[in-house]
């Protein structure tokens, strides 16, 4: 057998031998739960793109175990655009990473952040059924806490670069309560609210997008000051004005929320009128 085809046919055999990469084309979405100490458990939620305001997740039966109210919960994920598994030295802006913050946004992230949050994404799923790359929406399990790819070794207690909470951030909230969902681009752009995800005390985990609602109106001399709060969302938000209820004409376009508010201050001669937020 030629040389040349010895070595084309070792590298299609090494080319079949890669599995289909499923979760790092687009990452699905993995909550873990913790108490410190016991097992573990973790669930695909699936991906990120499929989050819907108002999905919900009944854990009351798989969460018996804990108490909610102490107990340390939170969600990530990773993606991959394109394939380049096997060649790790490519970098692409377009790699993702998820994570839960209590309030505070997250750091931002470049290539070197998300290879390491990837391995520990990674480390997390290699437990699955479906191993890293065919977890699918719905899979669990549960795993020692003290094991090296339990949630509460990658995002608490982790001693490797390449563990969630080193590489990254510590993605958990405790208790019953609420933690907003980042998505953040290696390219060092600031992470972007998705929305927010609560556990309730029944074991019920939801993911919301509030929508922003403007609070106040305020003349100053003349000029008027339209101030809001709410809204988690990736939407960019308009403020349009009316002076009939029947025409609005936007009057502020692009406007991203700043800690859950927002403020425009109208310096038009006659600021007189109605406004209303929405989104594009």
């Not at 390449?162 to 390219?187: E, F, K, R």
Request: glycine residues 10%; proline residues 5%.
């Amino acid at each position: 057998m030629k040389r040349q085809f010895k070595a084309a046919l070792a590298f299609a055999l090494i080319l079949a031998s890669i599995p289909a990469i499923k979760a790092e084309t687009y990452g699905d979405l993995i909550v873990g739960f913790t108490k410190k100490s016991g097992t573990d458990y973790m669930l695909d939620l699936g991906s990120s793109a499929n989050l819907t305001n108002g999905s919900s997740w009944n854990l009351s039966a798989a969460l018996s175990g804990y108490t909610l109210s102490a107990v340390n919960w939170g969600v990530a994920a990773d993606a991959m655009v394109g394939d380049h598994s096997f060649l790790p030295n490519i970098s692409t802006a377009a790699d993702t990473l998820w994570s839960t913050t209590p309030v505070q946004a997250p750091p931002t992230a470049n290539e070197s952040t998300w290879g390491f949050f990837e391995s520990g994404i990674n480390s997390i799923l290699g437990n699955f059924p479906g191993g890293p790359y065919n977890t699918n929406p719905g899979d669990s399990l549960t795993i020692a806490a003290s094991d090296d790819n339990s949630w509460y070794t990658q995002t608490i207690n982790g001693s490797q670069t390449t563990d969630i909470v080193n590489s990254y951030v510590n993605p958990n909230i405790v208790g019953v309560s609420s933690g907003i969902l980042w998505q953040t681009t290696a390219d060092n752009s600031a992470p972007v609210p998705l929305g927010v995800f609560n556990l309730s005390s029944s074991g019920i985990l939801t993911f919301s997008q509030p929508t922003p609602k403007i609070t106040s109106t305020t003349l100053n001399g003349r000029q008027l000051v339209v101030q809001g709060t709410g809204g988690l969302a990736t939407a960019q938000y308009r403020i349009l004005s009316s002076t009939n209820l029947v025409h609005w004409v936007p009057v502020k376009t692009n406007t991203f929320l700043s800690n859950g508010s927002f403020s425009y201050t109208c310096g038009a001669t006659n600021a007189a009128g109605f406004y209303r937020v929405v989104t594009p």
